[in-house]
C-alpha cells in the first residue's frame, strides 16, 4: 500500500496539444525514495507527464503537491527549484563543453573577482561524480565520453542542482547491456540515498527489476499502477497493448506474414559491424520484397540503414548486390549502386531554403540536369517526377520548406527517382504524417517494389510494420533476436522479440 502522503502526487493531470487530449485524468504519484517504473505504447503519453513534472508543458491541468503542498510546475525553473530533474532522451549535455562545465552549466562557481572558478569547479565536479562512483576527467569535452557517462553526468548535474526526484526517460535503449546495468546500480545507489527515480524504458525485464512500482499508461489513460512483485512482463504487454483493435484506415495490430520470397535475392549484408551500434548482423532481401526492422530507439536498426546507405562507417562485414560484393565507402557509392535512403530527419534530407526542383535533382545533378545547370533545365528535369510522386502543389520553383511533411517526403522519394533504385532504405519514412499523406508515400514505395527494388523499412512503431512488411527482422542492443515470416505476428510478438536480451559479444 502506497504510503498515505506521497512524496509527489499529481492528481487527474490534463494535457491537450492544439486541442487533441495526449493525457486524461491521469493520477500519478511517487515516494521518497521509490523507483516508479512508467511504461506504455509508443504516443501512450509517457513523455508528456514527465514533461508536466519537468515544467516545460505548463497548460496542463489538473493538481501536483509535493510532500502534502501544492505547487505548480509552469517552468523548467519552478520544477528544478522544487527538486524535480529530468533527464532527457535526447541528451541535452553540450558536446563540446568540459564535464564540469556541463556539471555547472548556468551555475558554475565564481571567485571573488566575479570570474568563473574553474579549479573550484573542476574539484567540485570530480567530488560530485566520485560521490557516484564516476571516476573521469572532468576537464575533457563531455562528447568524448560514452553515452552511458554522458547519462550519468546529466544525472549528476539534476542531483547537484537539489534533485529530490529524477526522470529518466527511456535511458537504457541506446545503452548495451553492461552499460545499462551499469546505469541501474548508480539507479539502486540513489535510491539508497533517499532520492526518488522514475523510470521510463520499453524493456520490462529491466522495469520489473530495478523498479518497486510500475504504472502503465494507454491513449492518455492510466490503467494501472501496482507493485512489481504483483506484475509480469506479458501481463504489461497485454495491458500496454490492451483490446487494440485496427479501425478502417489504421494500421494492423497483428498480421500474417507471407513466407520468404522466392525471387532473386537483390542485397545480401554478412556480419555486418559498427561499433557500439550493431554487431554482426546478417541478413538478405529479394528483389520486390519489404524487409521490416523493428526495435526499440537505439536498438540500432536505424542505424544500420545509415551505414548501407553509406553515410556511417562500418568496422567489418560485407555487401553483395545482385550477387556481386560491393564496397559502399560514401553515400555517392551508394546512390552510384542504387542504394539509397530516405531518412527519418527530414530537416536533413530536405534542403528547405531550395526550390523543390533543386532538391529533386541534387541527387544527380550531373546525369539529370548536365555540367550546365540552369533553373530552366531543373524545371524541365522536376516536372515530371513531380507530378509521378504527386506533390502538391506540383510548383517545382516553390521553396521546399514550405510543403507540407508529406509532400517534403515525396520530394525526397523523387530525388531518387531519376537514378535506378534497387535498394530503398527507409528509415520512419511516414512519421508524424496523416493517414493520407502516409498512404501515397507506402503507394510510392510499392511501386518501386512492383519495378523489382529490395526494400528495408526499419520503425519503432509496431503498426507499421505489421501494414507493410513482408518479413519481419527484431533488433534489441544491436542484434537481430528474431525473425517472422509465414506465420500470425501480433504486435505484442513483436514487442517480446525486441526487448530480448542477448549478450554482446564485441
Ligand atoms: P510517449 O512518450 O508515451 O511515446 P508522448 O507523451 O510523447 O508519448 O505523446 C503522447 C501523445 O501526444 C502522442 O499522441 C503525441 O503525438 C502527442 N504529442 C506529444 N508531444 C507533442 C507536441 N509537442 N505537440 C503535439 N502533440 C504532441
Ligand atoms: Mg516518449
Redo the contacts with the bound molecule.
Sequence with gaps: MPDPTPLLDCRQIG?A??G?S??VDVDFDVQAGEVHGLV????????????VLAGVVPQYTGEIHLGGLPIRLDSPRRAIAHGIAMVYQELSGIGQLSVAENLFLSRQPRTRFGNIDWRRMRREARQALAELDIDIDVSRPLREFPLVIRQMVEIARGLHSGARVLIL?EPTSALSLPEARRLFELMRTLKSRGVSLIF?SHFLEDVLTVCDRVTI?RD?RKLLTDQSAKLNRRAIIEQMVGGETAAAGQDATEVTLKPESKEPIRLRVDRWTRRGCFTGVSFKVHRGECLGLYGFVGAGHQELLHTIAGAQPVQAGEIRIDNSPRRIRHVADAVEQGVVLVGADRGQTVVRGASIARNITLAHLATSVGSWITTRKEVMVSQPVLEQVGCRPPDPCKPAGQLSGGNQQKVVLGKWLLGPIHVLLLEEPTRGMDVHAKTEIMRLVREQQKLGAAVILASTEPEMLLTYADRILTFSRGQVTAEFSGKLVTKADLMHAAERELERHD
Design positions: 494535457v496539444y492544439h487533441v495526449a493525457l506504455g505504447c509508443n504516443g501512450a503519453g509517457k513523455s508528456t507527464l514527465m514533461k526517460d521510463i499508461l492518455g
